[in-house]
Antibody, heavy 118, light 106 residues
Framework: EVQLVESGGGLVQPGGSLRLSCAASGFTVSTNSMNWVRQAPGKGLEWVSLIYSGRSSYYADSVRGRFTISRDDSQNTVYLHLSSLRLEDTGVYYC????????????WGQGTLVTVSS | DIQMTQSPSFLSASIGDRVTITCQASQDIRNYLNWYQQKLGKAPKVLIYDASNLEIGAPSRFSGTGSGTNFTFTISSLQPEDIATYYCQQYDNLFTFGPGTKVDIK
């Protein structure tokens, strides 16, 4: 069974850092494009970052230079390192798999909550 | 950057009604558009990909049309389990979600 499980969320002060993890099972992250999508409380979905199978990575303008996506193939896990956190980074962060040969997100994790507050 | 708009932002309809949501892109995105359903407290789920293709397992009452900059998502006969927020998503240039349309039962 295909599954994505996020972890690492929590309460952090403005300017702080956090690392989110997305552990995959039932498929291999290194052969798929993997994404992070976030949702502020009561708001809509915002695409955050993408890592291709070849390790090229892309970011939304709102997080470029502050967030870093990476992958550990031996752990079958994708990470999102968040730094210089701002109040507006608060929200649920979802990991999502991009379906091979298509460009839609066919598998999602349950999300992990990041709260940036002093 | 490609901007996405949706209308309406909220709609209330009766069981069995036909419901239509529109999505507009700020530039031509061909048919590079997906539709997702998100129920309260849950992760989103794809319903339509490439503007008009029904995802395996999605009910046939969901459909999508359009190309270029204008797209439409339709629920042919609204059911109680369709209460959710619906998002369009472009993938012509990375990804952008629309602001969402919340659907409720009248």
């Amino acid at each position: 069974e295909v599954q994505l499980v996020e972890s690492g969320g929590g309460l952090v002060q403005p300017g702080g850092s956090l690392r989110l993890s997305c552990a995959a099972s039932g498929f291999t992250v290194s052969t798929n494009s993997m994404n992070w999508v976030r949702q502020a409380p009561g708001k809509g979905l915002e695409w955050v970052s993408l890592i291709y199978s070849g390790r090229s990575s892309y970011y939304a303008d709102s997080v470029r230079g502050r967030f870093t996506i990476s992958r550990d193939d031996s752990q079958n896990t994708v990470y999102l390192h968040l730094s210089s956190l701002r109040l507006e980074d608060t929200g649920v962060y979802y990991c999502a798999r991009e379906r091979a040969y298509n460009n839609y997100f066919d598998q999602w994790g349950q999300g992990t909550l990041v709260t940036v507050s002093s | 950057d490609i901007q996405m708009t949706q209308s309406p932002s909220f709609l209330s309809a009766s069981i069995g009604d036909r419901v239509t949501i529109t999505c507009q892109a700020s530039q031509d995105i061909r048919n590079y558009l997906n539709w997702y359903q998100q129920k309260l407290g849950k992760a989103p789920k794809v319903l339509i990909y490439d503007a008009s293709n029904l995802e395996i397992g999605a009910p046939s009452r969901f459909s999508g049309t359009g190309s270029g900059t204008n797209f439409t998502f339709t629920i042919s006969s609204l059911q109680p389990e369709d209460i959710a927020t619906y998002y369009c998503q472009q993938y012509d240039n990375l990804f952008t979600f629309g602001p969402g349309t919340k659907v409720d039962i009248k």
